[in-house]
Structure formats: structure tokens, C-alpha cells
């Protein structure tokens, strides 16, 4: 059984990994909708002296390429991250670095110039680590690294300094990395302490549900069977009235086992009334209602039960069989009756809609 809490708010399966680490939920989108505002703001601030239009474009594709990749990260299901993804991903935090720092001034004006792109990159590549990708996420980070000290060579700063701007972002990496191979082994083993809880619950339930019935039918074979067994372990003779009632109550207690879903006052007051006038009565339970949730069970339960007393109470002889049908069938129930001068089919849906399938008169025969 799949928990619920291992979906984000589209359904999307995500894993116990993710869940855990709160990857996908609303408070991490917003606080990366402040970081996206902050980029932006920051590189409105340090390329204030930048004039060239394809500059501002190269700034520009580079801060939406981060975008794209923080909502695929964020967005995409599977633990840990599916292959193509992570591709896609750590391509585009490298194709965004290059971008934005190929776009700045040579050589850099501001000392601020650089940080947007490098923080973003190292966040990126972090939660690509911490999804399970750690080994995609350093050879990133090394290509980002490389173009860096390309990028400061060619700017005249310095292919040292392209390379000591990339540095202080392995800290976060190697946090990322510790992440992924410390604490996603915890989360998986807390998920499966919490699903083996939510089992042992099931099961428990279950065998109080089991007790409940035995107990319900051992009360019941206690209240109406032991008199007559009393009387039999006496020797006791019985006269022809109470032979009758002793293969009644015989049947009604065989009704309790074979068809539990029909097992009512109703139902039971009108079987044995229709059995004292003759009607030979089968009553079985395959399980149909256990398909529905449980107040939908209880109102097909209660209606169905006054439509088969009701159903039972206009025959006079012959045979009538009610069957609770097997779940995943089309329809909840069914009632055969092969009387004298009746024979029927009824059928119930899952809203106890009575329908027949088919119906014809018959002649009572004479003599």
C-alpha cells in the first residue's frame, strides 16, 4: 500500500526519500521563488553598468535556464532522480553558469557580478546530490569549475580567481553529498518502520473484526441453539411442532455462516417465516459488500436485506436463492425464484436499484 505522503500535490509519486527531505513542498517552493527574486534583484543591482544589449540577453537565458532547472528538480517524481532528468538538470546549471558569466564585462566591474550564478549552481547541483545523484552532481560541479577558470582567464581577472570564485561552493556540495549518503538510508528505514505499523494495525483490526463475529456467533448459537441441544444431550423426545422449529433454527444458524451479509433481523424473521410455509430458502454471501467503503456497505446492506424480506415474504413455495455477488461484479446481489406460478431473476446494483433480468408467469399446476 502506498502512503499518501509520498505524493506532492499533483499525485506524482516521489518517493519516502523525498517526502522526508520536504523536496516538492510548498514552504521549499516559496523559499526558491525568494531565491529566484533575489537572483534577480542582485544581478539588477551588479550589472547596473552593463550597456550591451546581448549581454543582457546572455544574463537573461541565464537566470531562466536556473529556473528551469530549480522547477525540474523541485517538480519531477522518482527517487532517486530518474537518469534523463538528472542529465537534463546538471546540463543546464553548467549551460547556466556559462551563459551569465561569458555575458559579464571583461573584466568583471562589480565583485557581486558572479555571485548569483555561482550560488544558484551550487543549490542546483546540492538537491541533485540529496535526490540520490551525488556522483552527477560533482562531475557538475568540476565543469563548472573548469569553465570558471577558462571564464577568468579569458576575462583578464585571472584563471585562479575563475577557479576560487567555484570553491566555496564544494562546502555546500560535500553537505549535500553527506546528505544523500547518511540520511536517505534513515529516511527509507523510518518509512518502513511506519508502513510495518500501519500493517500490524490492519492485522489487528482484522482480528478483532474476526473476534467480534465469532463472539457475535458463538452468542448466537448460545441463545437460540442451546435449549434444543440441551434437550438432545437429555434424551429428551420431541414432539413434530418441534422438530420443525429445531431444522428452522438449523437452517437460520447455517444462513449466519454461508451469508453473514444477510445475516439481519429482517432477513432472518422473513427466511423462516417463508420456510414454515414450505419455500426451500438458500442464502449466500460471496463477499460483494466487503468491496464497498463502509457507509456505503452499511446502506446497501440495510436496503438490500427489506428488499429480499420484502421478496421473500410474496412466495408461498418452491425455491428461492439470494446471492450477495463476488466482488467486482457489475451487479451487488441477485434472487432466483422458481415458484409454482412464478420464475424470477432480480438483480441489485451497487445502489440497490432493483432491475429484472427476466421475468415470465407461469401457470400454477393443477392437482
Request: charged content about 20%; overall charge neutral.
Amino acid at each position: 500500500m502506498r502512503r499518501d505522503c509520498t505524493r506532492g500535490t499533483d499525485g506524482a509519486d516521489r518517493g519516502e526519500v523525498v517526502n522526508a527531505f520536504g523536496i516538492g513542498s510548498r514552504p521549499l517552493w516559496l523559499m526558491m521563488g525568494v531565491f529566484a527574486c533575489g537572483y534577480f534583484l542582485v544581478t539588477l543591482y551588479a550589472d547596473s553598468t552593463v550597456t550591451g544589449w546581448w549581454q543582457w540577453i546572455g544574463l537573461f537565458a541565464g537566470f531562466v535556464l536556473f529556473v528551469v532547472a530549480g522547477v525540474t528538480i523541485l517538480d519531477s517524481p522518482g527517487d532517486p532522480l530518474p537518469t534523463p532528468t538528472t542529465l537534463a538538470v546538471a546540463g543546464l546549471a553548467v549551460s547556466a553558469v556559462a551563459a551569465t558569466l561569458f555575458s559579464l564585462p571583461f573584466p568583471p566591474t562589480h565583485v557581486m557580478q558572479t555571485g548569483p550564478p555561482m550560488g544558484a549552481s551550487v543549490v542546483i547541483l546540492a538537491f541533485v546530490a540529496v535526490r540520490g545523484r551525488p556522483l552527477a552532481a560533482w562531475l557538475a560541479s568540476g565543469c563548472i569549475s573548469v569553465i570558471a577558470t577558462v571564464w577568468g582567464a579569458v576575462s583578464t581577472a585571472g584563471a585562479l580567481w575563475g577557479l576560487s570564485i567555484t570553491l566555496p561552493g564544494y562546502a555546500i556540495m560535500i553537505m549535500g553529498s553527506l546528505f544523500s549518503v547518511m540520511l536517505r538510508p534513515m529516511a527509507r528505514q523510518i518509512y518502513e518502520l511506519r508502513e510495518a505499523n500501519e500493517r500490524q494495525v490492519a492485522l489487528d483490526a482484522a482480528a478483532a473484526a474476526a473476534t467480534e463475529v465469532r463472539d457475535r456467533r458463538l452468542a448466537a448459537l448460545d441463545e437460540r441453539a442451546r435449549p434444543v441441544l440441551t434437550r438432545i444431550a437429555r434424551r429428551e423426545s420431541f414432539s413434530a411442532d418441534e422438530v420443525v422449529v429445531a431444522r428452522l433454527l438449523e437452517a437460520q444458524l447455517r444462513d449466519g455462516i454461508r451469508a453473514s451479509g444477510l445475516d439481519l433481523p429482517v432477513v432472518r424473521d422473513a427466511a423462516w417465516r417463508a420456510r414454515r410455509r414450505g419455500v426451500h430458502v438458500v442464502l449466500l454471501d460471496d463477499g460483494g459488500l466487503a468491496a464497498l467503503d463502509d457507509a456505503s456497505a452499511a446502506t446497501a446492506r440495510e436496503r438490500l436485506a427489506l428488499a429480499v424480506a420484502a421478496l421473500l415474504d410474496e412466495v408461498d413455495d418452491g425455491r428461492v436463492t439470494v446471492r450477495i455477488q463476488p466482488p467486482g461484479r457489475e451487479m451487488l446481489a441477485s434472487v432466483g425464484v422458481d415458484a409454482g406460478h412464478r420464475t424470477d431473476r432480480i438483480e441489485f446494483d451497487h445502489r440497490v436499484i432493483v432491475a429484472a433480468d427476466s421475468a415470465r408467469e407461469t401457470p400454477a399446476s393443477g392437482g
